[in-house]
């Protein structure tokens, strides 16, 4: 005999958001929803279960089952920093199928149970992480009469329970940024993504509309900071550690790189060409992979495991290409202008056809796999990436753009239309010696207002995207090398959108506040090999401190930095062990 279990999708999305909004409506997380039919589909996640047992020809004897019970558990492992091990199970739900109870089995029957089981919206969801995991697990377990002893057959089914937002626009993202520093003058930046997903990708543009003729561009680098916390279930008033950030580069343009287009691991990067003394740069870059990342949690769950991101953007830059700055050691320093902004990264599981599909799609919504859906190998299915976007290529990524913008603007065309939105007064360095008058004056007039502008130095994320004709669709890989633009600031959008067209459009973006970035502008050490624009290291939680072949000596501040360590450190195992 043989016992199956599979289920209606190996993917249980639930919505968290809904718990967070209405608290008192949302149901226990850590038991299955009992009412199936009243419930809403935001307060709970239906997936049905299917045992089925098939009884060989071989078998003669009549035996009769004495029970058949079905078990769906999460399995929760948090390895807190401190050092201690805590195990949990946030969910624990026990069926037993009353119809196979006394049913005789027939040799060369197949015989099949279906079970339909709700999980709550607010339920901690499947993770995997360096510091903490959460497994789920459905397992059947059947016993049959015996002379002597009880025949037991089991199967096991791993589950995933993937978050979603709520918002209509979930995969979409938009970001832009405008600052200014000494040497690349006005500094604009555009982001955008219609897959905006662990495994998905990110479109980004640059733009130095009036740089210094003497400042050279070395490098543009791109970070994903993962910050995770673990909270106790145990442990009283709500105990949580916050593990050391892990940080993922997935963009580093640099020397010829930023020349010349190229195409290299991870990303697509092709410099337009300079009109006057401007630099514009577009690239596409994949986000990491669920072996590296992990998405973002998000409010209203149970999760013990909270995971939050950031998106670090640096340009390395030579304020004097013709003088570089060096330490009093003689290693090369270069200068660093740096913005970090928060962001929420969805699972990889939540594809664009998994969410968005229109009703008549070029692109098949539930594609027939190589190999069975049911087939899997239970040792490396978390690892498996044939069923998320992480397997997909970036040509088959972009496919689902052509489905987001059917209906509207290109993506790329969108970021360069932001980018336009958002460009200053364009003026030289030397221009103020040489203007005279009254033209003069009002240009120094217009330049005083964009630098107020600039200086600000705020990043808005737009969630309503301004409407636009129809642009000619174009082959996948001149879509590859023109970058997605994101949205301006939240009044520009709106300003453009009201001298464009009035026909209403679902927006595509998401519906989250907008968040200032942060700037820093500092200076970076270079290693020896650094100086030619091929290697640079950034380590700890911020990036600031960069190795080299030689290390620092030791000194009082690094006696102060380590007292103060051991500090915390002997609190944390006071509050750890003497609560």
Same mark, same amino acid.
């Given at each position: ?446 330049? @005083?207002? +964009?630098? &107020? $502008? ?9 969630? =309503? !995207?301004?409407?636009? #004709? ?22 520009? @959008?709106? +300003?453009? &959108? $009201? ?9 595509? =973006? !998401?519906?989250?506040? #907008? ?26 939680? &911020? ?37």
């Amino acid at each position: 005999m043989e016992l199956k279990l599979t289920s209606s999708s190996n993917d249980v999305f639930v919505y968290p958001t809904t718990a967070h909004v209405d608290p008192a409506s949302a149901p226990d997380p850590t038991r299955v929803v009992a009412q199936c039919i009243s419930v809403s589909s935001t307060i709970s996640s239906l997936v049905i279960l299917n045992i089925s047992l098939r009884v060989s020809e071989k078998h003669k004897s009549s035996e009769k089952i004495k029970d058949l019970t079905i078990v769906v558990e999460a399995a929760e492992t948090l390895a807190f920093p401190s050092g201690f091990l805590e195990t949990n199970e946030p969910f624990s739900s026990r069926h037993v199928i009353q119809e196979a109870a006394g049913l005789t089995l027939q040799s060369g029957a197949t015989y099949s149970w279906d079970l339909p089981l709700l999980i709550p919206c607010n339920a901690a969801p499947y993770e995997r992480c360096h510091h903490a995991k959460n497994f789920w697990k459905a397992s059947a377990k059947l016993n049959i009469h015996g002379r002597l002893v009880n025949k037991t057959y089991k199967a096991e089914k791993n589950l995933f329970v993937v978050q979603v937002p709520t918002e209509q626009s979930a995969l979409s993202y938009e970001h832009t940024h405008s600052g200014f520093a000494e040497g690349p003058g006005p500094i604009q930046l555009a982001f955008i993504s219609r897959s905006a997903s662990v495994g998905g990708y990110l479109r980004g543009a640059l733009l130095l509309p009036s740089p210094s003729p003497v400042m050279k561009l070395q490098a543009i680098v791109m970070t994903l900071v993962q910050t995770t916390s673990l909270i106790s279930r145990k442990k009283p008033d709500g105990y949580f550690e916050t593990c050391q950030p892990q940080r993922f580069e997935f963009v580093k343009i640099s020397g010829e790189e930023l020349e010349n287009a190229v195409t290299h691991t991870g990303a697509l990067c092709r410099p337009k060409a300079a009109t006057g003394d401007e630099i514009e740069l577009e690239w596409i870059a994949r986000l990491p992979s669920d072996d590296l990342a992990r998405p973002t949690t998000l409010d209203g769950s149970h999760a013990a495991i909270k995971i939050s991101h950031q998106i670090e953007f640096s340009i390395l830059y030579d304020v004097d290409k013709d003088n570089p700055t060096r330490d009093e050691r003689g290693d090369l320093m270069r200068k660093r202008y740096r913005i970090t902004w928060p962001v929420k990264i969805l699972s990889c599981s939540l594809r664009w056809r998994s969410l968005v599909l229109p009703e008549y799609s070029a692109q098949d919504s539930n594609p027939v796999p190589v190999m069975d859906r049911n087939v899997w190998h239970a040792r490396t299915e978390h690892e498996a990436q044939d069923h998320c976007n992480c397997g997909d290529t970036l040509e088959a990524v972009l496919q689902y753009e052509d489905e987001a913008e059917a209906s509207g603007t290109h993506t790329s065309n969108l970021m360069r239309e932001q980018l336009l939105e958002q460009r200053p007064v364009r003026y030289h360095a030397d221009s103020r010696s040489r203007s005279r008058g009254p033209n003069a004056q009002n240009r120094r007039h217009a330049r @005083s207002q +964009a630098r &107020s $502008r600039l200086l600000d130095g705020s990043g808005t994320e737009e969630h =309503s !995207r301004a409407n636009s #004709p129809s642009i000619s669709r174009r082959n996948s890989q001149e879509r590859m090398g023109r970058l997605g633009p994101p949205s301006s600031s939240r009044q520009g @959008s709106r +300003a453009a &959108s $009201r001298s464009r067209s009035m026909t209403p459009r679902t927006p595509r =973006s !998401r519906s989250v506040a #907008p968040t200032p970035d942060r700037i820093s502008i500092d200076f970076q050490r270079m290693t020896l090999e650094g100086e030619d624009g091929n290697e640079m290291s950034g380590e700890g939680e &911020s990036g600031d401190s960069v190795l080299g072949e030689e290390s620092d000596g030791w000194d009082e501040e690094d006696d102060e930095e380590l007292m103060d360590k051991l500090e915390r450190e002997r609190l944390k195992q006071q509050q750890l062990y003497h609560p």
